[in-house]
């Protein structure tokens, strides 16, 4: 039998060795040879996953119109080729002839207008929906090309990373069962298809899709295993029992470079971790969080430096507002207007807002009585950010608000937010090439958002609406900085940091990869390139 290929992935901290490690769903008779590491997966329902592993394995599994190149830019995807009308408002797509689903079945226009039409009508996958802005119709002229119109010129059409589901599928499923839907073995049309997962979701294998249209990939094999322990997780690609790892610890980064068989950086990429603020009036958060100087005193309280050396070892820079300067659409708050740690002001807004008055436990009191008191809520399986919800208690106790810090797993959390049943949480954003989906979280569409802290504003929705048919990019980035100053000023967002990843692949056993953009990521960096271009020495 032929000894396939594997290129071993350690994403995310994630539990176990793999080596040795029972529940495998790889066998040794299938010729894979299990040197892996793996990635947190909540669902693979394309429909309502929301961490970064479980993109990483659908974008692999599944195909968009477009893909997002090495560059950063649109490049033929399930679409060869496309055009648009002279004035913006018709884009057509014609579709690779010769694309089949996993499964055997033929990929034509249908599906296409099938998953745009789903997620347009019920706004599943909010992650793509809020791309559909503008989209007014989708039509099939023949079986391999899509026509849709739009109310206006759209400038993230091709930006949409949105994977086209099979129709033949997904249409057997009740609409009011589709994000119920788990999806254990997702039939898509990628480079790869979905082979296994053990019962405890901490192994998934991806095989290659011989039967892709596109550039397929050198390696047989993908497997992504999950990891707990970041120390662990080092330990096992310097012994080679795995071949790469991307989101370990920034005090992992000096062993990973210390061996001469690993390339390892700190790749800045577009993400950032933030505190949420419930300021929704129909939530069961604390209704003082509503007032605008509880939450600039905290800001304030916040100590980002101490954050970024003590938590995330210097790999990591003080956040600001939601858009990252990795992306390219960043907004630079001016220094005056920037709330750093400054405990003197923290205290000064409060007195001047008019909470002088405290409990026995130095608490400051609002004037009906209530004290300041709020609970943070983090990831169980995250540590650095329960690290982070410390630092903040630290600051406001000595500004005379009480944090209680508070943990749940992450599906918990998720459930929370989409109920507005929390004061505030600590939650990670990766940005996708295009602003789109990560500005939607501040609008109120409920179709096509997940707004998580119930904040919305009259300017922003314009501006967030005007973005998306900009065509000239300056116009459109001077638009979004607008947006991102109006959300900074409202502080129901602080933007802790922006993150950088500590990714290593063995570079004595693997060629063909690259970081993108340059000085960024080898993984989870909006492209699937170099898992189609990497190759053993």
């Not at 000894?3 to 299938?30: D, H, N, T």
């Not at 080729?81 to 884009?91: A, C, P, Q």
């Not at 997702?186 to 192994?203: L, M, R, Y």
């Not at 109920?419 to 602003?435: N, T, V």
Request: aromatic letters at 10%.
């Amino acid at each position: 039998m032929k000894k396939l290929l594997c290129i071993l992935l350690a994403i995310a901290l994630v539990p176990g060795l793999l080596a040795g490690c029972g529940g495998s769903p790889i066998s040794q008779e299938e010729g894979v040879v299990l040197l892996v590491g793996g990635i947190t997966v909540d669902t693979l329902n394309p429909l309502t996953m929301y961490v970064a592993g479980s993109m990483e394995l659908v974008f692999l599994i599944y195909e968009p119109l477009a893909r997002i190149d090495e560059n950063l830019m649109p490049s033929p995807g399930l679409a060869e080729s496309w055009e648009t009308s002279d004035d913006g408002l018709e884009w057509t797509f014609h579709i690779v002839k010769d694309a089949v689903w996993h499964d055997g079945e033929p990929v034509t226009s249908a599906d296409v207008k099938f998953t745009y039409d789903l997620m347009i009508d019920n706004g599943f996958g909010y992650l793509f929906s809020s791309f559909m802005g503008g989209i007014e119709d989708v039509s099939c002229t023949d079986d391999h090309t899509v026509v849709m119109t739009t109310s206006a010129p759209k400038a993230d059409m091709l930006r949409s990373n949105t994977p086209i589901l099979p129709m033949h599928i997904w249409s057997e499923i009740p609409i009011d069962e589709m994000e119920l839907e788990m999806n254990e073995h997702p039939i898509g049309c990628g480079p790869f298809k979905f082979e296994s997962k053990d019962a405890a979701n901490t192994h998934w294998n991806l095989v290659r899709n011989d039967d892709y249209f596109g550039t397929k990939p050198t390696i047989d094999s993908v497997v992504f295993i999950y990891y707990a322990n970041p120390d662990s997780m080092t330990q096992a690609i310097k012994l080679g029992e795995i071949d790469a790892l991307f989101a370990s610890k920034g005090a992992q980064l000096d062993a990973l470079q210390s061996d001469p068989n690993v390339f390892a950086v700190g790749a800045k990429i577009p993400a950032f971790t933030e505190i949420g603020i419930n300021v929704f009036e129909d939530g069961t958060g604390n209704p003082l969080l509503q007032d605008i100087n509880i939450r600039y005193a905290m800001e304030y309280a916040l100590d980002r430096e101490k954050i970024v050396d003590m938590v995330y070892y210097g790999s990591a820079s003080p956040g600001s507002t939601i858009m990252s300067p990795v992306g390219g659409w960043h907004y630079s708050v001016p220094e005056a207007d920037y709330r750093s740690y400054n405990l003197d002001k923290a205290n000064k807004i409060l007195d001047a807002a008019g909470y002088t008055d405290r409990n026995a436990e130095g608490t400051r009191l609002a004037p009906d009585g209530s004290p300041l008191e709020f609970s943070i809520v983090c990831a169980a399986d995250v540590p650095d950010r329960g690290k982070i919800a410390s630092f903040l208690k630290s600051g406001c106790d000595q500004i005379g608000i009480k944090i209680i810090n508070t943990t749940m797993d992450s599906n918990a959390i998720a459930d929370a937010i989409e109920e507005y049943d929390y004061d505030m949480y600590i939650w990670h954003w990766y940005e996708d090439a295009d602003p789109t989906s990560l500005l939607a979280i501040f609008t109120e569409d409920e179709l096509h958002s997940c707004n998580e802290t119930g904040w919305t504003d009259e300017r922003y929705e314009e501006l967030f609406v005007l973005q998306q048919q900009q065509i000239d990019v300056y116009e459109r980035l001077a638009t979004i900085q607008e947006m991102q100053k109006i959300a900074y000023e409202a502080c129901q967002f602080i933007v802790v940091v922006f993150d950088e990843d500590i990714q290593a692949i063995r570079s004595d056993r693997w060629t063909g990869y690259e970081q993108i953009p340059e000085g960024g990521a080898l993984f989870i960096n909006s492209t699937i390139i170099n898992y189609l271009n990497i190759q053993p020495k």
